[in-house]
Each structure stands twice: as C-alpha cells, then as structure tokens.
C-alpha cells in the first residue's frame, strides 16, 4: 500500500526535473529552471517534514492514554 512520504519520495524527483522542463520548454533559461525546480522539491520536503511530520506511534498511543493518578 502506498503511503503518503511513499508518494512524497516519488514527487521529490519528479517536481525537480518536471518543473524544470517545464519552465526551460516555457522559454525559460536553465540557470533560472533550475533553481525554480528545485524550490517545488525543497517545498515538498518542508511539507513533509514540518507540515505532515512523521509521529512515532508508540509515543502517540501513551500520550493519548488517559493517565489516572489514583490508581
């Protein structure tokens, strides 16, 4: 089953040679295409780091087990 960082892994090196293409067959000089493209792939790996960051599920289970000091 694909998951979501699967398919951010997938779109890392597609936005940076797509967007690339694209903006050089735009008209666009490489020397600028280049760094366009690779700004789309730095975003996609902010979004998956910061945005959708990865959550540990044991950390995630205890913190939202209810803790009764009573017991």
Partial sequence: MTGYYDLIL???P???IG???AFSVAGLTMTMA???GATASVLLIGHAL???G???ESSQLQSSTPVNPAD
């Fill in 10 to 12: 997938g779109l890392i």
């Fill in 14 to 16: 597609l936005a940076l």
């Fill in 19 to 21: 967007v690339t293409g």
């Fill in 34 to 36: 280049v760094p366009l």
């Fill in 50 to 52: 910061f945005i959708n």
């Fill in 54 to 56: 990865p959550v540990d």
